[in-house]
C-alpha cells in the first residue's frame, strides 16, 4: 500500500497550486514594514539609538 500525505495539511501560502502574487506580496511586505516601524517607534529613545546602531552594524556597507 502506498503511503499517503492525507493527514498532511500545509497553510495555503505553501501549497504548489498558488502562483505568486505581486499585489498580495507587496501588501503583506508593506504591513510587516509598518509593524516594524510601530515597534520602533514605541521604544524609549536610549533602547531606539541602540537599535538604530545594530541595524547600521548588520548591513553591509557598499
Not at 30 to 56: C, G, H, N, V
Amino acid at each position: 500500500m502506498k503511503h499517503s500525505n492525507v493527514n498532511r495539511i500545509d497553510p495555503p501560502e505553501f501549497s504548489p497550486e498558488r502562483k505568486y502574487n505581486k499585489e498580495e506580496f507587496e501588501r503583506r511586505l508593506k504591513q510587516m514594514e509598518d509593524t516594524w516601524k510601530r515597534y520602533i517607534e514605541s521604544l524609549p529613545d536610549s533602547e531606539r539609538k541602540l537599535f538604530a546602531e545594530k541595524w547600521k552594524e548588520s548591513r553591509p556597507s557598499k
